[in-house]
């Protein structure tokens, strides 16, 4: 009972947050910063103006929840914006360093994004939102761990392998019926610039790499596993494609 309770507020909570995100979100002015690329970025001076609110308050108080917990489930401590997307929908990472307290780069998310991933939510719970942060996670990882020397498709599907570990240990609290709807999100995404194929792999790829991390943290409940056994076993993966 306890259970459904707080699936229902949950449910609430999203369903709050996709009504005002889609009416729109005021951006407050907070600092500029590097160049963006694709997903991994040198730095984010083609991004412009870089947010540290959304403008709403809700969004926000679950944007900030959801960093925490990366934070500590992946052991690395980003910067984190939201950004103006316009109509390129996007996220980025970059491992450029802009403030000491956060010694592992910054994470860049796109306003619009988060508002077509609402939009296209089936269960309206932007779940796939979370799942793509922690990709972008991953890359911190990446960067940090120096897992790859160059910068290929391999990166951004390892990042998505650790995405699926992450999607596994929320799935232990909000239930699994929003594993596939993350799946086809993953699958989606390939038909944005930063899923572009020669740089991230296809979207079938992508979704294979996401399963399989999700599979391989599911195999460890009652086990338990650290990060660089995730790390080896998503290396080991992505070297087949």
């Given amino acids: 009972m306890e259970n459904k309770l707080r699936m229902r507020k949950m449910d609430i909570f999203f369903a709050c947050i996709a009504v005002v995100l889609l009416l729109g979100c ?16 040198s730095n984010f001076g083609g991004l412009g103006q870089l947010f540290k609110s959304s403008g709403n308050q809700q969004l926000d108080y ?9 934070v500590q489930r992946f052991g690395v401590i980003p910067d984190i914006y939201f950004y103006d997307d316009g109509n390129s929908p996007n996220a980025y990472f970059t491992p450029q360093i802009s ?8 994470v860049a ?4 994004w988060i508002k077509k991933e609402f939009a296209n939510s089936p269960t309206n719970s932007g779940v796939s939102i979370a799942i793509i942060m922690a990709h972008e996670f991953a890359h911190c990882v990446d960067a ?7 910068h290929s498709y391999r990166n951004e599907l390892f990042a998505d392998f650790l995405a699926g570990c992450y999607l596994h240990l929320k799935s232990m609290i909000i239930g699994e019926q929003y594993v596939n709807e993350v799946a086809n999100s993953f699958y989606a995404i390939g038909d944005y610039a930063f899923n572009d194929p020669r740089h991230h792999g296809t979207p ?3 979704v294979s790499c996401l399963m399989e991390g999700y599979k391989f943290s599911k195999s460890k409940v009652g086990v338990g596993y650290q990060l660089p056994e995730a790390i080896s076993n998503a290396r080991n993966y992505v070297a087949r494609f």
């Fill in 26 to 41: 005021k951006k407050e002015k907070n600092v500029v910063q590097e160049t963006g690329g694709y997903c991994f970025a």
């Fill in 62 to 70: 679950w944007h900030y929840g959801e960093y925490n917990n990366l």
């Fill in 99 to 106: 403030n000491n307290q956060y010694p592992d780069g910054q």
């Fill in 109 to 112: 998310i796109g306003l619009n």
């Fill in 144 to 150: 940090k761990y120096k897992v790859y020397n160059t």
């Fill in 204 to 206: 079938a790829q992508r």
